[in-house]
């Protein structure tokens, strides 16, 4: 499982022009799932992601977690986070999960971060999705399971 986060100020996903999710200062969180992955890995992600202090202090030191600054999530599932591009020039796509089965965890992890967080916002599983932002920072964070688990 792979999760990039962003910090950001703000940030919406659209389907035909439509807002399915807005934030305001938060995460964004662009979420790829690998045919491995269990809710067990998405509870250790989850924990993390929850976990990371990236926000200022009144010292300017990131030393805030998202609870702290009372921030919001917009997750967003992309299973172009597991594209392999070893050969040629056409990224492939075989790590990454089934549609049924990853976007069963997309909605868990969803629905886990709901329990923690009051405003969890969404995109649409395997929709063209329109994502905007304001990358405050820029702070970006790269979490893959292989790593953290």
């Known amino acids: 499982m792979r999760f990039v986060i ?37 509870d250790k992600m989850i924990k993390k992601l929850l976990g990371l202090r990236i926000f200022e202090d009144a010292q300017g030191k990131t030393n805030l ?3 702290a600054v ?5 997750l967003v599932s992309q299973f172009t986070l597991y594209a392999d591009c070893k050969k040629g020039n056409r990224p492939s796509f075989i790590n990454a999960g089934k549609p ?19 405003k969890v916002e969404k995109g649409i599983f395997g ?7 304001l990358n405050d920072g820029p702070f970006t964070i790269l979490l893959d399971s292989t790593e953290i688990c």
């Open 65 to 67: 977690d998202l609870h």
């Open 127 to 133: 929709a063209d999705m329109k994502v905007s932002l």
């Open 6 to 42: 962003q910090r950001v100020q703000h940030a919406e996903v659209k389907v035909d022009g439509e807002v399915t999710g807005s934030i305001g200062k938060g995460f964004l969180v662009l979420i790829g799932v690998a045919e491995t992955d269990t809710r067990e890995i998405a």
């Open 70 to 74: 009372g921030g919001e999530l917009l």
């Open 100 to 118: 049924d089965m990853a976007n069963e965890l997309y909605e868990y992890i969803i629905s886990k971060c709901r329990e923690d967080i009051p």
